[in-house]
């Protein structure tokens, strides 16, 4: 017979929850003493960098020698993958253009640049890698599915123009993702521009910049002009190089969705960022519910590619169907494997789409703790006025309560809002409403992604009911 969830969690290093989490992902619910399947192994130990020795007899395998896949040998660095976020008409667009010139100005091919969903350019001889959609709605939307796929985000702010509220939406969403952020002040060309003033504005967000005593990198630019992109550009590989970005080309890849469409003469089309591992022509490949082989691989510039590695983008056909962003992808050595996963996934997603919820609730907080993890509860405050919010959030911060930490990821004014339920969705937070309440579509967005939303109008009875929760003793909600 199989191994069982709780032998192999054992032989892993993980919680029995995380695999049962892991493989409700996929669609099969399991309990600590159900015996996993060959796939279901093998895919679990993809999930937490080890793999089988042998790849598709699983059950003949001996799990002493499970090992870890990426040797420190075999790790090389890799680019990193940087996000533009900021305020509407403060320049993304223009700088992605900009940066994107700026390699074909080098020459390199022709200039016929593809339009895939990310690009990379070459910088004093290390590569970028581009995200392509700006802003924060893309990003998050692929945080909310599981993609965590950005390493850098550049936060572009108008120096005549200052923080704005999507300024801060994008700051809020970079510091939950706890990636690096790099801030560009564009339009340093216009008359009234004051990048002094900005940087004073986004020290209040908490970004103080490095001359100032703080960590973080400001660059004064003008994306329309060309001004300071490649001291930019050079800020990013040294922020990369501390961020000690390393992956291991000798493996199968995996990686994560940028786009999908479908395509009259090619069929489904996907732009896939390959992560980790090596992407072949040829590759069986699983990519979310969809499979197939790799047939067609072209690189940003339209040029065939017969390999891909780590932060590559590229773009292929081949699939059964069209993936969606922030979905994820495995190559696998058999076409077989790649079908069967793909079916597996196909039928989980059914049951996703019937309703069962992935996101935070406060008891699955209690949960956590009682596995003995330390559980991380993250909320979002609204509240109908400032000093309420500001209040909220520093009561939350004080509780203190062993094997549980809060973080308050974003505190504002205003009703609670979409853009709430997409970042507590991608950062597992839960909402709380402070005199403020959803609106009819609000609820249902919370509804359809799992998203828990409370409401209250008494900090300390707030307070109490975390407390509870995080001991075990949540009442019941009315
Ligand atoms: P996005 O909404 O953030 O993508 O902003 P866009 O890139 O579309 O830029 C909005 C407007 O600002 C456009 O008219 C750009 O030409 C202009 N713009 C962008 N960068 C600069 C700059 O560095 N200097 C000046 N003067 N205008 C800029």
Not at 130 to 139: I, K, Q, R, S, V
Not at 321 to 348: C, I, L, S, Y
Not at 459 to 467: F, L, Q
Request: hydrophobic share 40%.
């Amino acid at each position: 017979d199989g191994i069982t969830v709780g032998e192999l969690a054992e032989k892993i290093g993980q919680t029995p929850a995380n695999v049962i989490k892991v493989l409700f992902m996929l669609g099969t619910m399991v309990t600590i003493n159900s015996s996993l399947d060959d796939e279901q192994v093998e895919l679990i130990c993809l999930e937490y960098g080890y793999e089988s020795k042998k790849k598709v007899v699983v059950s003949e395998i001996n799990f002493e020698e499970i090992e870890i896949v990426d040797d420190e040998a075999d790790l090389v660095s890799r680019p990193p993958v940087v996000t533009i976020m900021g305020h509407v008409d403060h320049g993304k667009t223009t700088l992605l253009d900009s940066i994107r010139k700026s390699k074909v100005v080098d020459g390199e091919f022709g200039g016929i640049t593809q339009h895939i969903g990310a690009y990379q350019v070459e910088v004093n001889g290390k590569k970028v890698t581009f995200l392509d959609t700006p802003g924060h709605e893309a990003f998050t939307a692929m945080r909310a599915r599981g993609a965590q796929v950005t390493d850098i985000v550049i936060i572009v702010v108008a120096a005549d123009d200052g923080v704005m509220p999507q300024t801060k939406e994008a700051v809020d969403h970079a510091l939950a993702a706890g990636v690096p952020i790099v801030v560009a002040v564009n339009k340093i060309d216009k008359e009234g521009a004051d990048p002094e003033r900005i940087k004073g504005e986004m020290s209040e967000l908490g970004l103080m910049p490095e001359e100032w005593g703080g960590d973080t990198v400001y660059c004064n630019i003008s994306a329309k002009k060309g001004i300071g992109i490649s001291e930019l550009l050079e800020t990013l590989t040294v922020v990369a190089e501390l961020a000690d970005l390393k992956a291991n080309p000798k493996r199968y890849a995996y990686g994560s969705v940028v786009e999908g469409r479908l395509d009259k003469g090619r069929g489904p089309v996907a732009t896939l960022l390959v992560q980790n591992g090596t992407l072949r022509s040829g590759d069986p490949i699983v990519v979310g519910t969809a499979f197939g082989r790799v047939r067609q691989m072209l690189d940003d510039s339209g040029r065939d590619l017969k390999e891909a590695g780590p932060s590559t983008p590229v773009e292929i056909t081949g699939l059964n169907e069209v993936p969606v962003a922030g979905d994820k992808f495995m190559a696998f050595e058999t076409e077989k494997t790649a079908r069967h996963v793909g079916e597996e996934r196909q039928k989980a997603k059914q049951e996703l789409d019937r309703g069962v919820s992935s996101a935070m609730s406060l008891d699955d907080l209690f949960n956590q703790i009682k596995d003995g993890e330390v559980a991380d509860l993250n909320i979002i405050v609204k509240a109908d006025v400032n000093g309420t919010a500001e209040a909220v959030k520093g009561s939350l911060e004080k509780i203190d309560i062993d094997g549980a930490r809060v973080h308050v990821i974003r505190s504002t004014v205003g009703a609670i809002s979409e853009s709430d339920v997409l970042l507590a969705s991608a950062s597992k937070a839960i909402i709380y409403g402070f005199n403020v309440r959803p609106d009819a579509n609000v609820r249902r967005k919370a509804e359809e992604e799992g998203v828990e939303i409370r409401l209250h109008n008494i900090i300390y009875k707030m307070v109490e009911e975390i407390e509870a929760a995080m001991k075990g003793m949540l009442a019941p909600e009315m």
